[in-house]
């Protein structure tokens, strides 16, 4: 049995939205019934809920919330993020699995996408909780042609396409603490984490790693204070489908225009517009020594603008330091 062949008599289930028999779906998809109620009998495991009537066929009740291919794929609009996926009930990092396939050649786009994460890693080390069915935990694949030192400016690309996508979904304002954490009431919702492999002056590949808290309930006590989810701010549910597609459209479109033009100009003062950042007084903590000064603007490439207690100008590098608000985690 082919995936495709699975995911066609799963669309033909949810466009009829009625009872279709099992000779209907052999005769249009040229296989036997056997083959048929092998497949339904494989959905059903897979969590669709299929009632099967004599004489009426099978009726399409629920599907799983899970971020499959056959769930995500039908209405996702881009034009290269997404369209292979990889789909994981458990595993230990997407990050590190979607370098082993970018190292094997894996092609651009190809996104890793699992329910669960042992290892879940967040930037400078940390870990990233990850827990099973309620948020999205994915990776991508990018073989952009830029200098590696371009690098950050593909995390604040990303950063910008999660504030947008919660937005523009729910009724919720995101915001960004540079240069990749999106807060909700100056909580973390979203961690953002970009690795790549490149030669001099050569990317190989970049894994865009992205954390989102969308239904998360509870939170390790050593994170309770400062994460957050979309359902503990918006009091409700949100389909993590819905989300999963909207995501990959605005990070493809501010890709796209990013590497169209090997520039953020056009993209840097709507990022400013979300960065609760700037305007703060903020600590830089650099190979744990502690300095405090004010954000007062970013570079063309994206480095904060700091100015220090002692009025010296610093461009900070998102890769090296830690930045703290005085007061709080912003």
Request: aromatic letters at 6%.
């Amino acid at each position: 049995m082919s995936l495709n062949t699975k995911s066609k008599v799963l669309e033909f289930l949810k466009e009829k939205q009625d009872y279709v028999s099992g000779e209907e779906i052999s005769n249009l998809l040229g296989v036997s019934r056997t083959a048929v109620w092998k497949i339904i009998s494989r959905l059903k495991e897979e969590g669709y809920v299929i009632e099967a009537v004599t004489n009426k066929g099978y009726f399409l009740k629920e599907s799983p919330d899970l971020l499959t291919d056959e769930e995500i794929s039908p209405a996702l609009e881009t034009k290269c993020l997404g369209k292979k996926i990889y789909h994981h009930k458990e595993i230990g990092s997407t990050n590190k699995e979607a370098k082993k396939l970018a190292i094997n050649g894996e092609e651009e786009g190809t996104l890793v996408i699992s329910e669960k994460q042992t290892e879940g890693k967040g930037r400078l080390g940390r870990t990233w909780s990850s827990p099973f069915g309620v948020g999205i935990w994915m990776s991508l694949i990018l073989r952009p042609e830029i200098s590696p030192v371009e690098i950050s400016k593909i995390t604040l690309i990303a950063a910008l396409a999660v504030c947008k996508t919660i937005n523009k979904t729910t009724d919720l304002k995101a915001e960004i603490k540079w240069p990749n954490d999106i807060l909700i009431n100056k909580k973390k919702v979203c961690g953002i984490l970009t690795e790549m492999s490149a030669e001099i002056d050569k990317i190989n590949y970049i894994i865009l790693g992205i954390g989102l808290n969308v239904n998360t309930e509870e939170f390790p006590k050593e994170i309770e204070d400062r994460a957050t989810s979309l359902k503990i701010e918006g009091k409700k549910s949100y389909d993590r489908k819905e989300l999963t597609r909207a995501l990959l459209l605005e990070i493809e479109n501010y890709y796209t225009i990013f590497t169209k033009k090997n520039s953020i100009d056009k993209l840097l003062e709507e990022y400013k517009s979300y960065c609760l950042t700037l305007n703060k007084d903020v600590k830089i903590i650099r190979n744990g020594v502690e300095s405090i000064g004010r954000a007062v603007d970013l570079t063309k490439n994206g480095e904060l603008i700091v100015k220090k207690q002692d009025g010296e100008i610093i461009n900070v590098f998102s890769g090296e330091v830690s930045v703290r608000g005085i007061d709080a985690y912003i």
